[in-house]
């Protein structure tokens, strides 16, 4: 029954998400409509922001930067990325900065971000929302849609006798659709047992419990100044709140004036800090991107973990499906040790005992039976401690602990000099070589996901839960600028390092902060920081309509199967591989429901990532057949047009 005062819409389509994704599926509605047909009526929903959605908020602090060079972002596609629909030009982000008569609506503070930008800089989250904002102006100005933005929350999605679909929002407020697509991006999830607690001793004891999400939809003026606040993750978000609290509290970052390394900082405080003890179960924060003198990193060619490998062992692993510690991973391990090792052949030959040969190391690393006996090969080849390599323990400390504190600043103040060493050289220190390695490998791995060669059980258990984020930590780090700056940060005191296997608890009144390093010693402090996010999982998504579906049975988990027991959850929706349809409980798909993107992730591979141009782009090839697919229902559905019954078809 619709509440009182409820408004009732009908669309062609609903957009469940308006951010980049939803963008996408109205540019690609315009490529394949033809002009003399009706517009497609589009409604677009959205809880933050139509146009830029929750991620790239146009009201956000301008210091939350993406981490992806201006000029790989888009929303057009090219002949890179397999679609059966028909490319259509239009601006990439950096193109769009440089267009010399923006329209009268965009913010006054665009014009002077816009300045700035350059090819290899990183822009603000906010100005690349404005990008997908006007990208969708855009295409509703070719005449070939109607786009209705409706801010607000969807709570629920109904099947009506007439075959279409109606999504209720939490107003009261129902939009009925020919088809509805779910692209909602990056869900959040509800608060954990564990979350509630810290939330209920936060609130009773008069403490600052800052909880997991969105840097962006969380209050930073309520962590103190100038006392300890303890924080754990070291990923992506950290950045962000590190420089909220310095910067976005009018501390300033200058040059240091080390002739060696001239991004080196130095910070000036302006005595609203806190003092930020900040930990993880990895001990670092993501490596820095180097900064490269093209602007842009060369792309990296195995040697061992080759396409050819990873082809053959494809073909081979199906039944029964392999594991991906005990057979996959000895192979990459081998690669990053190359990578490692061939840089410093190549740039550093006083690094390697003399004899050391391409060959003979190739040979050598092909032979190593496991992770010590690669490091072995590093070791032995190495003339110095400085450039011994660790494989299983590439985004961590060279040593597991526990160790001393003074070990342990020790450690830190040589992550520090390495991070500003590697930053500076970007292709001849070897650290970026290993990175750039990761980059190349996260691919076909994934690729092996996909295919069903490995086993359910640790896809989630490796993939899900080692490899992935080992990827980012070691292949999706900040701009370098950022990171200098939180070297800046641990130069001045202003920010420690607590340690490897970070735990915070709340004990007596106040949280304390243990890890490898601070076992009996524990950190206390008032306040409290966590930084992670949950990645778009959506078993305990806060969504309402996802989460509605899901306990309803409308819709399911997509699971790995498995030879050691029942299919194992991925965590996402289950959809159909082809036309991504809704699939629920009993397996049977909704044609009238496609979901793209992040919530179902598992069966879209890649559709996380952003469209950049020149490169094959899940998120646009998913946008492309969700268009066809609206446009295909519609003919089937739209009475004839008076003026050209034919119209209507695509093209």
Same mark, same amino acid.
């Given at each position: 029954?619709?509440?009182?005062?409820? #408004?009732?819409?009908?669309?062609? /389509?609903?957009?469940?998400?308006?951010?980049?994704?939803?963008?996408?599926?109205?540019?690609?509605?315009?490529?394949?409509?033809?002009?003399?047909?009706?517009?497609?009526?589009?409604?677009?929903?959205?809880?933050?922001?139509?146009?830029?959605?929750?991620?790239?908020?146009?009201?956000?602090?301008?210091?939350?930067?993406?981490?992806?060079?201006?000029?790989?972002?888009?929303?057009?596609?090219?002949? !890179?990325?397999?679609?059966?629909?028909?490319?259509?030009?239009?601006?990439?982000?950096?193109?769009?900065?440089?267009?010399? %008569?923006?329209?009268?609506?965009?913010?006054?503070?665009?014009?002077?971000?816009?300045?700035?930008?350059?090819?290899?800089?990183?822009?603000?989250?906010?100005?690349?929302?404005?990008?997908?904002?006007?990208?969708?102006?855009? @295409?509703?100005?070719?005449?070939?849609?109607?786009?209705?933005?409706?801010?607000?929350?969807?709570?629920?999605?109904?099947?009506?006798?007439?075959?279409?679909?109606?999504?209720?929002?939490?107003?009261?407020?129902?939009? %009925?659709?020919?088809?509805?697509?779910?692209?909602?991006?990056?869900?959040?999830?509800?608060?954990?047992?564990?979350?509630?607690?810290?939330?209920?001793?936060?609130?009773?004891?008069?403490?600052?419990?800052?909880?997991?999400?969105?840097?962006?939809?969380?209050?930073?003026?309520?962590?103190?100044?100038?006392?300890?606040?303890?924080?754990?993750?070291?990923?992506?978000?950290?950045?962000?709140?590190?420089?909220?609290?310095?910067?976005?509290?009018?501390?300033?970052?200058?040059?240091?004036?080390?002739?060696?390394?001239?991004?080196?900082?130095?910070?000036?405080?302006?005595?609203?800090?806190?003092?930020? /003890?900040?930990?993880?179960?990895?001990?670092?924060?993501?490596?820095?991107?180097?900064?490269?003198? !093209?602007?842009?990193?060369?792309?990296?060619?195995?040697?061992?973990?080759?396409?050819?490998?990873?082809?053959?062992?494809?073909?081979?692993?199906?039944?029964?499906?392999?594991?991906?510690?005990?057979?996959?991973?000895?192979?990459?391990?081998?690669?990053?040790?190359?990578?490692?090792?061939?840089?410093?052949?190549?740039?550093?030959?006083?690094?390697?005992?003399?004899?050391?040969?391409?060959?003979?190391?190739?040979?050598?690393?092909?032979?190593?039976?496991?992770?010590?006996?690669?490091?072995?090969?590093? @070791?032995?080849?190495?003339?110095?401690?400085?450039?011994?390599?660790?494989?299983?323990?590439?985004?961590?400390?060279? !040593?597991?602990?526990?160790?001393?504190?003074?070990?342990?600043?020790?450690?830190?103040?040589?992550?520090?000099?390495? #991070?500003?060493?590697?930053?500076?050289?970007?292709?001849?220190?070897?650290? %970026?070589?290993? %990175?750039?390695?990761?980059?190349?490998?996260?691919?076909?791995?994934?690729?092996?996901?996909?295919?069903?060669?490995?086993?359910?059980?640790?896809?989630?258990?490796?993939?899900?839960?080692?490899?992935?984020?080992?990827?980012?930590?070691?292949?999706?780090?900040?701009?370098?600028?950022?990171?200098?700056?939180?070297?800046?940060?641990?130069?001045?005191?202003?920010? #420690?390092?607590?340690? #490897?296997?970070?735990?915070?608890?709340?004990?007596?009144?106040?949280?304390?902060?243990?890890?490898?390093?601070?076992?009996?010693?524990?950190?206390?402090?008032?306040?409290?920081?966590?930084?992670?996010?949950?990645?778009?999982?959506?078993?305990?998504?806060?969504?309402?309509?996802?989460?509605?579906?899901?306990?309803?049975?409308?819709?399911?988990?997509?699971?790995?199967?498995?030879?050691?027991?029942?299919?194992?959850?991925?965590?996402?929706?289950?959809?159909?591989?082809?036309?991504?349809?809704?699939?629920?409980?009993?397996?049977?798909?909704?044609?009238?429901?496609?979901?793209?993107?992040?919530?179902?992730?598992?069966?879209?591979?890649?559709?996380?990532?952003?469209?950049?141009?020149?490169?094959?782009?899940?998120?646009?090839?998913?946008?492309?057949?969700?268009?066809?697919?609206?446009?295909?229902?519609?003919?089937?559905?739209?009475?004839?047009?008076?003026?050209?019954?034919?119209?209507?078809?695509?093209?």
């Amino acid at each position: 029954m619709t509440a009182p005062g409820a #408004e009732r819409a009908t669309f062609d /389509v609903v957009v469940v998400g308006g951010g980049p994704r939803a963008v996408a599926v109205v540019e690609r509605l315009t490529a394949r409509h033809r002009t003399t047909a009706p517009p497609v009526r589009v409604a677009l929903v959205d809880r933050t922001e139509v146009g830029a959605g929750a991620t790239w908020r146009t009201d956000q602090s301008p210091l939350l930067l993406n981490n992806t060079y201006s000029a790989h972002t888009t929303i057009y596609t090219d002949d !890179s990325t397999p679609m059966t629909g028909p490319v259509t030009p239009g601006p990439d982000l950096i193109t769009w900065a440089l267009e010399s %008569n923006p329209p009268p609506d965009r913010p006054a503070w665009v014009a002077e971000e816009a300045e700035g930008l350059r090819p290899w800089s990183y822009p603000t989250r906010r100005i690349q929302g404005v990008y997908y904002r006007e990208q969708l102006a855009r @295409a509703e100005g070719t005449g070939r849609v109607v786009v209705t933005p409706v801010v607000g929350t969807a709570v629920d999605l109904d099947p009506v006798a007439d075959g279409s679909r109606t999504v209720r929002l939490a107003n009261g407020r129902r939009l %009925n659709g020919r088809v509805v697509v779910l692209a909602q991006g990056m869900i959040q999830a509800k608060r954990s047992p564990r979350v509630r607690s810290l939330v209920a001793a936060a609130r009773r004891h008069g403490l600052v419990y800052i909880e997991p999400g969105m840097p962006a939809e969380r209050d930073w003026d309520r962590v103190p100044a100038g006392e300890t606040a303890l924080v754990t993750g070291l990923g992506a978000n950290f950045f962000d709140v590190v420089a909220l609290l310095t910067e976005g509290r009018g501390g300033r970052f200058e040059p240091a004036g080390d002739p060696a390394r001239p991004a080196r900082l130095r910070y000036l405080p302006s005595g609203r800090e806190p003092h930020l /003890v900040a930990g993880s179960r990895r001990g670092l924060p993501y490596r820095s991107k180097a900064i490269y003198p !093209s602007g842009f990193p060369p792309r990296y060619e195995p040697r061992l973990a080759t396409r050819a490998w990873f082809e053959r062992f494809g073909r081979t692993a199906a039944v029964p499906r392999q594991d991906f510690r005990r057979d996959v991973w000895l192979q990459l391990a081998r690669e990053f040790a190359w990578a490692h090792l061939s840089t410093l052949l190549a740039h550093h030959p006083d690094a390697v005992v003399p004899g050391s040969g391409e060959r003979q190391l190739l040979d050598r690393l092909r032979a190593a039976a496991g992770d010590d006996e690669v490091d072995d090969v590093i @070791a032995s080849t190495v003339t110095s401690a400085r450039w011994t390599l660790h494989v299983a323990r590439l985004d961590r400390p060279s !040593s597991p602990g526990p160790v001393d504190p003074q070990t342990w600043q020790m450690w830190v103040r040589h992550h520090v000099e390495d #991070e500003l060493d590697a930053m500076h050289a970007p292709l001849t220190h070897p650290r %970026n070589t290993v %990175n750039r390695a990761m980059a190349a490998l996260r691919g076909p791995v994934r690729e092996l996901v996909t295919s069903g060669a490995l086993d359910g059980a640790s896809v989630v258990r490796d993939i899900d839960g080692w490899f992935t984020p080992l990827g980012l930590a070691l292949a999706s780090g900040p701009p370098p600028h950022r990171t200098a700056q939180v070297l800046a940060l641990i130069d001045a005191g202003v920010l #420690e390092l607590l340690g #490897e296997d970070t735990a915070v608890t709340y004990e007596e009144g106040a949280f304390a902060g243990r890890s490898a390093v601070r076992r009996n010693a524990p950190v206390r402090a008032r306040t409290f920081v966590e930084t992670r996010m949950s990645k778009g999982v959506v078993t305990d998504t806060d969504d309402p309509l996802l989460d509605s579906l899901l306990r309803s049975g409308r819709a399911r988990l997509h699971c790995w199967p498995t030879d050691h027991g029942p299919p194992v959850s991925s965590g996402t929706l289950d959809v159909t591989p082809d036309d991504f349809h809704l699939l629920d409980a009993n397996g049977v798909a909704d044609a009238r429901v496609i979901v793209l993107g992040i919530p179902a992730e598992a069966v879209q591979p890649g559709s996380a990532i952003g469209a950049t141009p020149g490169t094959p782009s899940p998120l646009l090839a998913g946008a492309d057949r969700a268009a066809a697919q609206i446009l295909a229902a519609l003919r089937d559905t739209r009475p004839p047009s008076p003026t050209a019954t034919a119209a209507r078809s695509e093209t």
